[in-house]
């Protein structure tokens, strides 16, 4: 059975750095490119940035960009999200999602989903 696993959320003040984990098991995740996505209370599920298989290639949303980092580490069958700088708009729950294709920003295509990470940004 397909399984995602994230972990590392929190509360962290503004300006604060945490490191999502994303471990999957029952399956390799080196043919699939990985995502990571956001839902804030009362808003959309949205795209925050995606690693292709083999990790040559990283998308992220504007407003991530320069604070995020996406990386992969295939002989642990883990995908990482290291937030710097955390804003409040970062709050949300993270999820990371497995697609057998290249990186897109459309959840649709992502057909294995975690359970989702709480990330709280507060003073």
């Known amino acids: 059975q397909l399984q995602l696993v994230e972990s590392g959320g929190g509360l962290v003040q503004p300006g604060g750095s945490l490191r999502l984990s994303c471990v999957a098991s029952g399956f390799t995740l080196d043919y699939y490119a990985i995502g990571w996505f956001r839902q804030a209370p009362g808003k959309e599920r949205e795209g925050v940035s995606c690693?292709?298989?083999?990790?040559?290639?990283?998308n992220y949303v504007d407003s991530v960009k320069g604070r995020f980092t996406i990386s992969r580490d295939n002989a642990k069958n883990t995908v990482y999200l290291q937030m710097n700088n955390l804003k409040p708009e970062d709050r949300a729950v993270y999820y990371c999602a497995a697609a057998r294709g290249g990186c897109t920003w459309l959840a649709g295509d992502f057909g294995s989903w975690g359970q989702g990470t709480q990330v709280t940004v507060s003073s």
């Open positions: 690693i292709s298989s083999r990790g040559g290639r990283t």
